[in-house]
């Protein structure tokens, strides 16, 4: 095995290992006492890799703002998702999602949304049970697909074939269930390609169905691979939809999760949401109740491959770092625990985009899309899809709690948490609908 990568000085070295390489049952908990045992500020070794953990707000805001050039978050990213995805899926992407957000793309989203709902909340119809995961994963797909995959992908017959394939590549579970790394690497990922090769023929049957490229974001994707044709072109364009979709099935889908089972569990909230409040000084809690449930659902672990030495300074101490490094940082970790009453649930503590309570947190301590550089470019998005499915759902159905508490996966270190168990709810359409739609 190669030397590990120096640290100068040395900071103390955590009794733990990451869960790729070796057995964590409970990553909150076991990075949670390394942080006791250790400091604000320790090295995991972990497998062939060298971690350096960062949880002082020196730390933190060093972590956010060092170039990319220097610690890049693309290849951590990337060496973190090859774990689940095939490395043929990363070759030759035209379309970055960096590239597909903004506030001013918003708009163009919107009908994709509203549509994307109308179709799912007409499943309601009737009164059923739902599980509020699965019912925010379906929807998560709806809303994804709709706005890079064409509209009219959402009433192909091959849908559910389609998702399912979407399911079994998901590249998130390198974080969610990393445990299941070792298999999915002696089984040389043949399930995942099998499964790409599926989603690939889906898209291309609707996106072959076109007449022209079409003005919207799909007609963005698919005008990038003008320069080519045939299997080159339709396999190019299929696999930039895939990639920014599996992207985009990281967080969104967890976080409208949280987002209904926190509203569920606090009637109280959900009624001055829907008591019309929002017209005054609640006008925007539907967008805080996303915030602040995103803060709790958070279970990201932030990392950056070192590439060039670095000097990070954690405010009692300045660590020259060695390319091969990676910096790190662990939300939960900051989210819930860096000042009392974080545990619970208040939409109140936000003012806008900014937590202001509990006050005087260093501007680093909560994190729900990122800070600096590489920031969500996907939040405004996000929030607006998150917000309209609140409106849409609880404005025209009740839903009755069936599940006592709901708690996060214990073994997932990355993303918006799944949930540990199922959240079932009944739902009944209201008598009187106060949200349009
Ligand atoms: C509620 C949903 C979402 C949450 C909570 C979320 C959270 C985050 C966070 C915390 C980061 C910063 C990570 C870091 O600094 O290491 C980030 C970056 C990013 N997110 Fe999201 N995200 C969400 C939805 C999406 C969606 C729908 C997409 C689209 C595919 C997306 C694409 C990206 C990209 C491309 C970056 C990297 C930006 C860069 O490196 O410059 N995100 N997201």
């Known amino acids: 095995m190669a030397a590990l ?5 040395m900071p103390p070295v955590a009794a733990c290992v990451l869960p790729w390489d070796g057995t964590v049952t409970n990553t909150v908990a076991t990075i949670g006492r390394a942080r006791s045992d250790c400091g604000d500020t320790f090295v995991v070794d972990s497998g062939e890799d060298r971690y350096l953990f960062l949880f002082s707000a020196a730390g933190l805001h060093a972590f956010y703002t060092v170039p990319e050039t220097q ?3 693309g ?5 973190m998702l090859r774990r689940k995805l095939p490395d043929e899926l990363f070759i030759g992407r035209r379309t970055l999602p ?18 994307a709902i109308s179709l799912q909340l007409a499943e309601l119809d009737g009164g059923c049970e739902i599980e509020l995961f699965d019912f ?3 929807l998560g797909h709806r809303l994804g ?17 389609l998702t399912a394939a979407l399911d079994a590549l998901d590249g998130a579970e390198a974080f969610v269930a990393p445990e299941r790394m070792r298999e999915v690497a002696l089984n040389n990922k043949a399930a995942e390609r099998r499964a790409m090769a599926q989603a690939e023929e889906i898209l291309a049957e609707s996106i072959g169905a076109r007449a022209g490229p079409g003005n919207d974001l799909l007609g963005t994707i698919v005008t990038r691979w003008d320069d080519t044709a045939g299997a080159e072109r339709m396999a190019g364009i299929t696999r930039d939809v895939i990639l920014v979709h599996i992207g985009s099935m990281s967080n969104l889908f967890a976080a409208l999760g949280w987002s209904l089972v926190h509203l569920v569990q606090h009637p109280d909230v959900l009624a001055r949401l829907r008591s019309g409040q929002d017209q005054g000084t609640d006008a925007d809690l539907a967008s805080r109740c996303v915030l602040e449930s995103i803060r709790i659902g958070q279970r990201s672990i932030m990392l950056r491959t070192v590439l060039e030495p670095v000097a990070v300074d954690d405010g009692s101490q300045a660590y020259d770092v060695s390319p091969g490094a990676t910096l790190a940082t662990f939300l939960p970790l900051t989210n819930l625990a860096g000042a009392p009453g974080l545990d619970l649930y208040d939409p109140d503590r936000w003012r806008g985009q900014r937590p202001v309570s509990p006050a005087g947190l260093p501007a680093e301590a909560i994190t729900t899309f990122g800070h600096g550089p590489h920031a969500c ?11 309209r499915v609140i409106e849409r759902l609880f404005g025209a159905y009740d839903l009755e709690r069936r599940f006592s508490g709901a708690e996060p996966r214990p ?8 949930a540990a168990a199922p959240c079932p709810v009944a739902v009944t359409p209201r008598a009187e609908r106060r949200y349009p739609g």
Request: charged letters at 25%; proline letters at 6%; aromatic letters at 8%.
């Open 136 to 138: 925010s994963r379906r």
């Open 71 to 73: 610690a890049s978050k």
């Open 5 to 9: 990568p120096v640290i100068d000085p």
């Open 377 to 387: 470019p996907a939040r405004p998005f996000s929030v607006t899809a998150i917000v």
């Open 145 to 161: 697909l709709a706005s890079w995959a064409g509209r009219e992908v959402l009433r192909s017959v091959r849908f559910d074939e």
């Open 98 to 115: 960096h590239e597909l957000f903004g506030r001013v793309a918003v708009a163009g989203y919107l009908d994709a949304l509203e549509e």
């Open 411 to 418: 073994g997932q270190i990355g993303g918006v948490a799944r």
């Open 75 to 79: 290849i951590a990213d990337w060496k």
